[in-house]
């Protein structure tokens, strides 16, 4: 049996402005960075010689900080990136819904599988992609420890392709920043251990971050 450990990256400067990020390179904020800190005190080990990320920039800095704590190897995958969300990328929900609001009706508020931004991909385009990280690294890693990091839209994308679960599930899964999801991989199947768990993330008030 292996162990599959899936992290969203920490809080981004654009997260915090409301920007769409899609495939740019965004820093972590200073409340990011802990969290990134946190979540590798947490793992402390338990990640595996393994670390996958995204190539960007704000995930690959919340990887270095588990792979730190867990003596990893931090691996960039191009294929874990977030959706593309072309034309939108720098604009704030507002401003997509206000320039293009037939499309950010369908994409956005009704979550439609095969619509996507101008010059974006849609989730189908994402789950392809990830679908074919997912297949090659259970071949290289068969029933080993792995760590996935990457974002709100692709972790999503591994949780699907691992669990089997339809396109039409993968608006149904939360993930907050530097969260921890585990899903064990067995010879009968995939089993989803944790999900969206952010019990180690705590701010300097000693408040739960959300």
């Not at 769409?20 to 947490?42: S, V």
């Not at 499309?103 to 599988?113: A, H, L, Q």
Request: glycine letters at 12%.
């Amino acid at each position: 049996m292996g162990t599959w450990r899936l992290v969203r990256h920490g809080e981004t400067v654009w997260n915090l402005q409301g920007r769409i990020q899609g495939h740019r390179h965004i820093p972590l904020t200073e409340r990011g960075r802990e969290q990134a800190r946190q979540l590798g005190e947490r793992l402390d080990g338990a990640g595996g010689r393994v670390v996958y990320s995204s190539d960007l920039g704000h995930s690959l800095a919340t990887a270095q900080e588990v792979a730190s704590a867990s003596g990893g190897e931090v691996v960039p995958e191009p294929l874990l990136r977030e959706f593309s969300y072309g034309e939108w990328e720098g604009l704030t929900m507002a401003q997509a819904r206000e320039r293009d609001p037939d499309v950010y009706e369908i994409r956005i508020t009704g979550r439609n599988t095969d619509y996507a931004a101008p010059g974006g991909e849609t989730t189908l385009d994402l789950l392809g992609r990830v679908w074919g990280f997912t297949e090659a690294a259970r071949k290289r890693h068969p029933y080993e420890d792995v760590t996935v990091v990457g974002h709100g839209g692709s972790i999503r994308a591994v949780a699907v392709c691992l669990l089997g679960l339809g396109a039409e599930h993968f608006w149904r899964l939360r993930l907050s920043h530097g969260s921890l999801s585990v899903v064990t991989v067995e010879p009968e199947g995939c089993v989803l251990e944790l999900w969206n768990d952010t019990g180690h993330l705590v701010d300097t008030h000693s408040r739960t971050i959300p």
